[in-house]
């Protein structure tokens, strides 16, 4: 593989694989600079990160944690918000989501976690068995979420076909949600 791809890659294609066409070989912006809750994000990531310097999640068992750890291996790259090491010699990502937790967790949240999972486990050779996300619409709630080998292992297919279309400059099918065309930002020059 010639370059490394994000969570946000992954994320996207799952939406729908087209969307990595018309960004990535065509590369059509979708100017998601725009979007209030982006850039809201970002702010609460920057917040966290100088409030939460010194403090450790002694309750799930975290012994260390590394802030804002930029990570790549042969495919994939991302930055952490915080990458964890707990009390069983494993460790775990954990990541700010500026959402309200209302008894679900969003694939895409799950997906970037195993993303997440796949680089610290290649960076500090390290066993990842699970993850967390922090909701700071709903004060700070944190729910721990399950990674198991085969969502790795999907994570690291899903690559591959990422570079495949990008590489090759392959037209892929539509996604079969067809509602999700409904608010696709390359919805108008998308050919069914």
Known sequence: MNFSITPSHIIEYLFCPRFTYF????????????????????????????????????RIGVKNKLQNQYLTNEYLRGEVDEVLTLSDGTM?????????????????????????AILIESNFEKEVN????????????????EIEKK???KVRQNAE???QIIQDNVYPKATKYKKRCLTCTFRNICTK
């Open 161 to 163: 076909e990422i570079i």
């Open 92 to 116: 775990a990502p954990l990541d700010y989501k500026f959402a309200e937790y209302k008894d679900r967790i969003f694939d895409t949240y799950k997906t970037q976690l195993y993303c997440y």
């Open 151 to 153: 969502e790795k292992q």
């Open 23 to 58: 960004e990535y070989v065509l590369r059509i912006p979708q100017n998601e600079e725009k979007y209030y809750k982006v850039q809201k994000g970002r702010a609460v990531h920057e917040k966290k990160t100088l409030e939460n310097q010194e403090y450790l999640r002694r």
């Open 130 to 145: 699970k993850g967390f996300l922090v909701y700071t619409r709903s004060k700070n709630k944190l729910v721990e979420v």
